[in-house]
């Protein structure tokens, strides 16, 4: 593995505003793509369409926000037009799409502390071209990009899990109280103490919990 300049083994793209007559809602030409804001985890999400674009992103490109905020990426699923908001870069054989993207996602702060300006922060085609990344071998890069995916899949997996038990801890609540109003209070005029512990840095302790199926719905008591 050896480290390498992004403009080295990239293609970079700097975007460019087409007129705003050009914009449409009615999926008339390419998606249009101005910045962050247009950004989910890894593919962005499309709001706009163009219909006469400056700079166009192909599928696979990494899209960066390059104007504030400077360094968040995700890739590009489709064909699709780049304001100046964003940058394309285009991996050539040497790099796996998925391998530059989670490298840039892991260097965003770094990235952001290239940008220039006091109060609206931005940075130039030079200074992504500047940005060092570690290049492996291909068979490298797609073992890391495995691993990662896996452990993404997980962080989903877990925050799902949270959510379907926050909307299943709301159900049970309007169950036990018949959907009645009762007044609102703060939880620390109840509580006495709280404390966030991490049981796996702790294996040896043991930590009482009352789990959901040790609640009785109907009485709203817990089970003997």
């Not at 909307?167 to 109280?177: G, H, N, R, T, V």
Request: hydrophobic share 35%; glycine share 6%; aromatic share 8%.
């Amino acid at each position: 593995m050896r480290l390498t300049k992004l403009g080295a083994v990239c293609q970079i793209i700097m975007g460019q505003s087409p007129p705003s007559t050009t914009y449409n809602n009615k999926s008339q030409g390419l998606p249009f793509f101005q910045g962050k804001t247009d950004f989910s985890e890894k593919y962005p999400s499309v709001r706009v369409w163009c219909d006469s674009p400056k700079k166009i992103a192909e599928k696979g490109d990494i899209l960066m926000s390059v104007r504030a905020p400077v360094g968040p990426v995700n890739i590009a699923d489709q064909p699709c037009a780049v304001g100046r908001g964003i940058c394309a870069i285009r991996p050539s054989k040497e790099v796996i799409t998925d391998y530059l993207f989670y490298v840039l996602r892991s260097k965003e702060q770094e990235i952001a502390a290239r940008g220039l300006g006091s109060t609206f922060q931005a940075i130039n085609k030079d200074a992504v071209a500047s940005i060092e990344i570690p290049l492996a071998s291909l068979s490298e890069q797609q073992r890391i990009v495995s691993k990662l995916e896996r452990a993404d899949k997980l962080k989903h997996l877990r925050q799902q899990s949270i959510e379907e038990d926050k909307k299943y801890l709301l159900s049970l609540f309007f169950e036990i109280s018949g959907n009645k109003t009762y007044p609102h209070e703060p939880i620390s005029k109840h509580v006495l103490k709280t404390e966030t512990v991490d049981p796996r840095k702790k294996p040896k302790e043991i930590f009482k919990y009352v789990d959901i199926a040790g609640i009785d719905s109907h009485q709203g008591v817990i089970k003997e």
